[in-house]
């Protein structure tokens, strides 16, 4: 019985992946959108409303976020963005980068980074960062699968 209370209670703290109480945010300055799952905070919006943080339970974060790709194409911003995650000390294990998507993880201090970046129109791209405690890794995968599949241009036929 014990053990059922203590599983419950770490459910309460992790968002549920399947819940129908997901947000959609849209940024119409670089056009994209993406699916936040429920328990995450909003904050306020920066300068350059280039993107969003959401904050959850336990310290867990999602940012999502435009660039524009001025000196590169979007596989060098990938890649650059991967060699600035090492130099933060991130210990990446997995890295694909593809000519309009890439995905990267790794872990640092217990804790996990998953990024995901798309190709946008007009020379832009498209991000999100999702960093989590590693031991809710299990309860995080369909949370990321679900995040994956929702970055999405808006608003060009890409």
């Given at each position: 019985m014990r053990y059922f209370l203590m599983v419950l209670a770490?459910?309460?703290?992790v968002p549920a992946a399947s819940a129908a109480e997901w947000q959609t945010y849209s940024n119409a300055r670089f056009g994209y959108r993406v699916e936040v799952p429920p328990g995450f905070k909003m904050a306020?919006?920066?300068?350059?409303d280039d993107g969003r943080t959401f904050t959850?339970?336990?310290?867990?974060?999602?940012l999502v976020f435009g660039t524009n790709l001025l000196d590169t194409a979007?596989?060098?911003?990938?890649?650059?963005?991967i060699m600035q995650a090492m130099d933060d000390g991130w210990?990446?294990?997995?890295?694909r980068v593809e000519a309009d998507w890439a995905s990267y993880s790794g872990a640092k201090d217990g804790r996990i980074l998953y990024v995901r970046g798309v190709q946008l129109c007009d020379d832009a791209a498209a991000f999100m960062m999702i960093e989590?405690?590693?031991?809710?890794?299990?309860a995080y995968d369909a949370i990321v699968k679900r995040m994956v599949a929702s970055?999405?241009?808006?608003?060009?036929?890409?």
């Open positions: 770490w459910l309460a703290t306020r919006a920066p300068d350059n959850g339970a336990n310290g867990d974060r999602i979007f596989e060098g911003e990938a890649s650059n963005r210990q990446i294990s997995y890295s989590y405690r590693g031991r809710d890794l299990k970055l999405k241009p808006v608003g060009c036929a890409r």
